[in-house]
């Protein structure tokens, strides 16, 4: 799915990352959603790969980078956590400063490394969400039924766990095939890259702990940048799919976003939540275009 790039496993303060590394001109770090790996940018890879060094990481605990256990307060797996381990991957690959896209879960951790970082970073794209605070304080019967998953991951005792692993192919391919996306739209070679992470229970366990980081100690950190004022002062892009949930449940995504980066633009994209997979031509134009 990658030809021309290279496989790169880099020891960070937290965890040990693989990334794959390629193409040609300024940095861009590539950071994917649940419940993916790198492999998620295959389809928009080799266009940008033209413009920009891509480098497309599996954030710990997801495909084939490192699995460390959960902790009480689900600091291991906080966007804190994984915001680090990529600015230091970066660091390790001589980056200082670069260009940063994440879909998802990868763009909460995006959100957290330009406001922990905000000197690394020269542009930011973060694609189909909504800022964490924001989800959880919009709570109504539709958004629940959307995310419900947000809510049954977090459930404590190894429940969501076990409850998977029971039959791990199903569940993927019934939350691939949700939110707004069809599982018809997945490549045999992606999927099955995320189906061998997603057979592993430790990779099953980082997921829920990436939740449940999400629905507490994330929310910590967020509150306390609100109280101290501290917003994405680059430029920034949200781009958003028509049938996904956030195109579903909010009326102006880009409104929302505004107060936490007040230098945003962003558009709607022909697609449900997995834009990268579903409109991948359009999706390389736009970050083409908001990237140059």
């Known amino acids: 799915m990658f030809d021309g790039f290279t496989e790169r496993r880099i020891a960070t303060s937290g965890a040990e990352i693989h990334a794959l590394v390629g193409g040609q001109g300024p940095a861009l770090l590539m ?3 649940f419940p993916q790996s790198h492999a998620m940018w295959h389809r928009v890879a080799p266009a940008l790969a033209k413009r920009f060094t891509l480098v497309l990481p599996d954030l710990r605990g997801y495909g084939l980078s490192a699995k460390p256990p959960g902790d009480p307060a689900h600091e291991v797996y906080s966007k804190r956590a994984n915001a680090l381990d990529q600015v230091e991957v ?4 001589g980056y200082e400063r670069f ?3 994440g879909h998802d879960r990868g763009a909460r951790v ?3 490394l330009v406001l922990d970082h905000p000197g690394r970073v020269e ?3 973060f694609l189909d969400i909504a800022p964490t605070l924001e989800v959880f304080a919009r709570i109504d019967q539709r958004m629940a039924t959307a995310y419900y998953h947000w809510f049954f991951l977090i459930q404590p005792g190894g429940l969501p766990e076990h409850l998977i692993g029971l039959d791990p192919e199903f569940y993927l391919r019934r939350v691939l095939g949700s939110i707004g996306s069809s599982a018809e739209v997945f490549g045999e070679e992606a999927f099955a890259a995320y189906l061998t992470a997603f057979r592993d229970p430790a990779t099953v366990h980082a997921m829920c702990e990436d939740y449940r980081a999400a629905a507490s100690i994330d929310q910590v950190h967020d509150r306390a940048d609100r109280a101290a004022g ?5 430029p920034s892009l949200v781009l958003w799919g028509r049938n996904s949930a956030v195109g579903r449940l909010y009326d102006d995504p880009l409104g929302i976003w505004r107060p936490y980066a007040p230098n945003i633009q962003g558009q709607e994209m022909p697609a449900g939540h997995f834009i990268p997979e579903e409109a991948p031509d359009e999706t390389a134009q736009a970050l083409v275009e908001f990237f140059t």
């Open 99 to 101: 260009l940063l896209a």
């Open 90 to 93: 970066m660091a390790a690959l």
């Open 110 to 112: 995006a959100h957290r």
């Open 31 to 33: 950071l994917h959603g």
């Open 230 to 234: 501290r917003v994405v002062t680059c």
């Open 123 to 125: 542009r930011v794209a």
